[in-house]
C-alpha cells in the first residue's frame, strides 16, 4: 500500500473515531439533561439548555460524511440518518434561536418577530413583546412523563408562530441517530478503543461477556447482541416497556435504576 494511501484511511479513521466518540459523548449528557429536567427546581431552564445542545447533535457525525476518502454507502446512511434526526424534532432548530436570543425576543426584537418590520434597527416593539411566551410543560402519557419546551409569539407577517420540542422525543431521536450512524460505520472503525484500552491500563476491571450480560438484565434491559465492549454501543430492549436501546456497558452500570429513556418518569 502507498504511503499516500495509507495516510487517507488513517485519516478516515480518526474521522470516524472522533465523530462517534462525540456522538457518544453528546448523547450520553442528553441522557443526563433529560434525568435532570425531570427533576429540576427550574425544569424550563434545564429544558432550555437541552434545546440548545440538541442542534449540535449530528455536527460530529456530519463531518465524518464529509471527510474525503469516507466510503460512499456510509456517507449516504450517515447523511440519511441525519435527515431522520431533524425530520424527528422539526421546530428545534428554531426553537433554539428563540431560546439563544431570549432577551431580544422578550423585547419583540426577535429575528423571527421583526427581520424588517422598521427601515434600520428593528426597535423594542411592546405588542410584541407581550404576545412573545414561553412555556415548559410536564405531559403525562400513558404513565410517562412528556416534558415539552414551547413558544408562542407573533411572526413578522402578522401570524401566530407556535413552536415546541418534546424532550423525551428528542432524546429518543438522538439515540436512533446514534444506531444508525453505528451501523454505518465499516468495521474496524469502533469509537473509543483507545478509551477502552486505557479504562484497562488503569485497573478497572472489564466484565466478561457473561458478567456484563448478567449485569445489564439486573439493570433491567435484555442484550439483544453479543458484547461488544464495555464502552460501545450495545444494542438491548428495555424490559419494562419493550423498547430498543442502545446503550453501553459503562453507562448502564454508572447510574442508578433502568437506562431506559421511554421509561423515565413512571411511577414506581
Ligand atoms: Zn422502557
Given amino acids: 500500500m502507498s504511503e499516500r494511501e495509507d495516510k487517507r484511511k488513517q485519516v478516515v479513521a480518526e474521522a470516524w473515531r472522533i465523530g462517534l466518540s462525540e456522538l457518544l459523548r453528546c448523547q450520553a449528557w442528553l441522557d443526563q439533561q433529560v434525568r435532570r429536567v425531570l427533576s429540576s427546581t427550574d425544569p424550563q431552564l434545564d429544558a432550555q439548555h437541552l434545546v440548545i445542545e440538541l442542534r449540535k447533535v449530528p455536527e460530529p457525525v456530519r463531518s465524518i460524511a464529509m471527510t474525503a476518502g469516507v466510503d460512499e454507502d456510509s456517507r449516504k446512511r450517515v447523511f440519511a440518518a441525519i435527515r431522520d434526526f431533524v425530520s424527528a424534532v422539526p421546530d428545534a432548530r428554531l426553537l433554539r434561536n428563540v431560546v439563544e436570543h431570549l432577551d431580544d425576543y422578550r423585547r419583540g426584537l426577535g429575528r423571527l418577530q421583526q427581520p424588517s418590520r422598521y427601515p434600520g434597527r428593528p426597535q423594542p416593539d411592546a405588542e410584541l413583546a407581550r404576545q412573545f411566551q414561553l412555556d415548559f410543560t410536564m405531559g403525562v402519557e400513558d404513565g410517562v412523563a412528556r416534558p415539552v419546551l414551547c413558544t408562542r409569539f ?91 436501546l442502545a446503550v453501553t456497558y459503562t453507562n448502564v452500570q454508572r447510574r442508578s435504576g433502568s437506562p431506559c429513556v421511554f421509561c423515565l418518569g413512571r411511577g414506581r
Avoid at 216 to 221: E, F
Avoid at 227 to 239: D, H, I, R, T
Fill in 154 to 244: 407573533i411572526r413578522d407577517d402578522g401570524r401566530p408562530q407556535q413552536l415546541s420540542v418534546d424532550l423525551i422525543d428528542a432524546v429518543r431521536a438522538a439515540r436512533r441517530l446514534g444506531v444508525a450512524v453505528f451501523r454505518a460505520a465499516p468495521t474496524g472503525m469502533a469509537p473509543l478503543a483507545n478509551k477502552t484500552q486505557r479504562s484497562a491500563a488503569e485497573g478497572y476491571r472489564l466484565p466478561s461477556p457473561e458478567k456484563a450480560m448478567a449485569a445489564m438484565l439486573l439493570q433491567g434491559v435484555q442484550p439483544l447482541e453479543p458484547y461488544p465492549g464495555a464502552n460501545v454501543l450495545w444494542k438491548c430492549s428495555c424490559q419494562r416497556c419493550g423498547s430498543v
